[in-house]
């Protein structure tokens, strides 16, 4: 397709989304160009290497976003998010929808908007998914071609310190026999890949997208075979949950549903027949953040939230 030559905009592109983004984009062939803060940082420079066009800027600095998207023909927008995110709700719906809007000026012909799993048209009440139904909301009454993708929990999270890997002890949102939909951050550009290749088909639609699921026991069992150890799993402790609002609230979420993950598996296998399940990715990408969280004690950064 004609248009596939043409230069993709990625936001976020030294971080998980993004960079995972750019690289399909890459390995398809896409010219990408990439909006980053310090052009001089390792991951910038990285990206630089691998053939992105980096524009210095950040997401505030409207200037710098038009001349990224002068002559692009698509945006992939992803916005960090409170708690850690080092912004407020507010300032994540102000980026977005800045973001979108510039797209819009800027006659950018398919704008693929990153959300979060639990987002609907019903608040949840969590000031990090509610903004991104804003965005969403925002950008369905804008005069672009559009998609809103919903990544679920990422599977790459579940390394972080704090959870329990190095006790040999793992604790999550889930009762045991309990599942939740998990994302390997890897497979999110194989997702949007395909979203940009073929835009009739993705046009206006809004769908989550993960490439798993598993529930508590799986992921003690999972992980004693990875390890080679016993990993056994238990949901966090009432204790934990009174003490973190926050945990509180993500771990209602998934009681209700929205969180637990509510993708089409099947029909993301046929826009990425190489979706990794946690095994796949335990053994690929996973495998060495894995064996450092066996070994690394800590607290989860969230633990403040
Ligand atoms: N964790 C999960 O399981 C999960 C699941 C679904 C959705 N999400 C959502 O994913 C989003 C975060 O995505 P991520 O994990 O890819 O983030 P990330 O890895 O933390 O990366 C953030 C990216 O945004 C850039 N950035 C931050 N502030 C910026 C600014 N003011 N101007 C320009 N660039 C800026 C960073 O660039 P620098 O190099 O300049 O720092 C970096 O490239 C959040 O909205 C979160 O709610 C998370």
Redesign the pocket.
């Known amino acids: 397709m004609s248009h596939s030559k043409q230069p993709i905009v990625v936001?976020?592109?030294?971080?998980?989304?993004?960079?995972?983004v750019a690289a399909a984009l890459l390995k398809a062939g896409w010219p990408v160009v990439?909006?980053?803060?310090?052009p001089t940082?390792a991951?910038?420079l990285t990206l630089r290497a691998a053939g992105v066009e980096l524009v210095q800027?950040?997401?505030?600095?409207t200037d710098a976003i038009r001349t990224a998207m002068r002559g692009a023909y698509g945006v992939f927008s992803?916005?960090?998010?409170?708690p850690?995110?080092?912004?407020t709700d507010e300032?994540?719906v102000r980026?977005g929808i800045s973001i979108a809007d510039l797209a819009v000026e800027a006659g950018i012909a398919h704008l693929v908007y990153?959300?979060?799993?639990a987002v609907s048209e019903t608040p949840t009440g969590m000031g990090?998914?509610d903004?991104?139904m804003r965005i969403e909301a925002h950008i369905r009454t804008l005069p672009i071609r559009s998609t809103i993708i919903?990544?679920?929990?990422?599977v790459?999270?579940l390394v972080m310190p704090g959870f329990g890997l190095d006790t040999g002890h793992f604790s999550f949102f889930m009762h045991p026999d309990q599942s939740i939909q998990l994302?390997a951050?890897e497979d999110?550009g194989k997702f949007v890949e395909p979203i940009f290749a073929d835009p009739e088909r993705f046009a206006d639609q809004t769908f989550e997208i993960a490439s798993d699921s598993v529930t508590g026991e799986d992921l003690g069992c999972l992980f004693s075979e990875a390890a080679g150890r016993p990993i056994r799993y238990a949901r966090f402790s009432d204790e934990v949950l009174q003490e973190s609002p926050f945990l509180a609230g993500l771990t209602a979420l998934i009681d209700q549903g929205p969180l637990a993950g509510n993708a089409d598996l099947d029909a993301l296998r046929k826009i990425n027949p190489a979706m990794q399940s946690v095994r796949e990715w335990l053994a690929g990408a996973g495998r060495a953040p894995f064996l450092k969280a066996l070994g690394a004690s800590g607290t989860w950064e969230y633990d403040r939230g």
């Open positions: 936001f976020g592109a030294t971080g998980q989304q993004g960079g995972s990439a909006l980053v803060r310090d940082s991951r910038a800027g950040s997401y505030a600095d992803v916005q960090q998010s409170s850690s995110g080092g912004v300032e994540e980026f990153s959300s979060g799993g990090h998914f903004s991104k919903r990544p679920v929990a990422f790459d999270m994302l951050v999110i």
